[in-house]
């Protein structure tokens, strides 16, 4: 299984746009790149899925170098509402996924 | 989107006794559903696989007999906190995935909060 490691926490204010880095060194040829959001006490939600490249939908964008050993999460223009914390997770969903330490976004007025 | 719904949302329950969780796939069939159990300020940490029709894969370090899972149909799988104590307190949540998810989307449940007083 691919280990994942974040930042463990970020800040930003309203309106600027949020880079999350997340590095999977040992991600495997057939693994994808996943990235889910979490509020307090709610399940984990899938913001957005890539395998190499980029990747864009309605409410962020996911770079992928060549090597696919990072990726970034990009959030335009951040508001209050997504605080919340931030988990990269490599792997195909039919395979067990291991969640890490995830990055914990904060965003001030 | 697909969606996965846990019941109960919260629960509160004295020391010693079972807590019983549901996970439903509700718009569609999962013949493996993934059980988390997540602590304050802390990620999610897998418990076990729950594979229809045949015995749970738990992960190193959680005990079988103590949370005991069934997952009798494709779309229920139940998570039972035996003897519960307060150190179970817990959030606990479900995954599964869809079909017409993408490779590597898991949906989750909502989470059920266990308080054992």
């Known amino acids: 299984l691919a280990k994942t490691t974040q930042p463990i926490s970020m800040d930003s204010y309203e309106g600027q746009e949020v880079n999350i880095t997340c590095s999977h060194n040992?991600?495997?040829?057939?693994?994808?790149i996943t990235w889910y959001q979490q509020f307090p006490s709610q399940g984990p939600r899938f913001i957005i899925q890539?395998?190499?490249t980029k990747v864009t939908n309605e409410v962020a964008s996911l770079f992928i170098p060549a090597d696919r050993k990072s990726s970034t999460l990009s959030l335009p223009r951040v508001s209050l509402s997504d605080t919340a914390v931030y988990y990269c997770?490599?792997?195909?969903?039919?395979?067990?996924?291991?969640f890490g330490t995830g990055t914990r976004l904060l965003v001030s007025p | 989107g697909a969606v996965v719904s846990q019941h109960p949302s919260r629960v509160i329950c004295k020391s010693g006794t079972s807590v019983k969780i549901e996970c439903r796939s509700l718009?569609?069939?999962?013949?493996?559903m993934f059980w988390y159990r997540q602590f304050p300020k802390q990620s999610l940490m897998l418990m076990a696989t729950?594979?229809?029709?045949?015995?749970?894969?738990?992960e190193q370090g959680v005990e079988k007999d103590k949370f005991l899972i069934n997952h009798a149909s494709l779309t229920l799988s139940t998570l039972t906190v035996t003897s519960a104590h307060p150190e179970d307190s817990s959030f606990y949540i479900c995954?599964?995935?869809?079909?017409?998810?993408?490779?590597?989307?898991?949906?989750f449940g909502e989470g059920s909060r266990l308080t054992v007083l």
């Open positions: 995954s599964a995935r869809s079909p017409s998810g993408n490779a590597g989307e898991l949906f």
């Open positions: 040992n991600i495997a040829t057939n693994d994808y």
């Open positions: 890539g395998y190499k």
């Open positions: 997770l490599v792997g195909v969903s039919f395979q067990k996924l291991v």
């Open positions: 718009d569609f069939q999962a013949t493996t």
């Open positions: 729950s594979n229809e029709g045949s015995k749970a894969t738990y």
